[in-house]
């Protein structure tokens, strides 16, 4: 799925897509940063989304929220099933 950018992940691999901006979410985002597993795709641009992945990397996005789930929905389509072992563990 593209991120932006020419930047793209695996769809395989995203286990949710987050909205920027409550407390919660930046104190993930430092503890992610603070793991090595932020990576920023913005490209200087305003974060917009962010998007987990099943190894605990977090990437910025200056794609919205609603775009990356509608270009996730039409590149997995309905038969995705996620693979519960597989989910990231706390960072």
Same mark, same amino acid.
Do not use: Y
């Given at each position: 799925?593209?991120? $932006?950018?020419?930047?793209? %992940?695996?769809?395989? &691999?995203?286990?949710?897509? +987050? =909205?920027?901006?409550? #407390? ?11 793991? $090595?597993?932020?990576?920023? %795709?913005?490209?200087? &641009?305003?974060?917009?989304? +962010? =998007?987990?992945?099943? #190894? ?36």
């Amino acid at each position: 799925m593209n991120l $932006g950018h020419a930047n793209v %992940v695996l769809v395989q &691999r995203i286990v949710a897509i +987050l =909205v920027p901006g409550s #407390s919660p979410i930046r104190r993930f985002k430092e503890e992610a940063k603070k793991a $090595g597993k932020l990576v920023d %795709v913005t490209h200087g &641009r305003k974060c917009r989304s +962010l =998007v987990l992945t099943d #190894s605990g990397h977090l990437f910025l996005s200056s794609v919205q929220v609603d775009t990356l789930s509608q270009r996730l929905g039409a590149t997995a389509g309905e038969g995705m099933e996620w693979d519960k072992e597989k989910m990231p563990s706390v960072l």
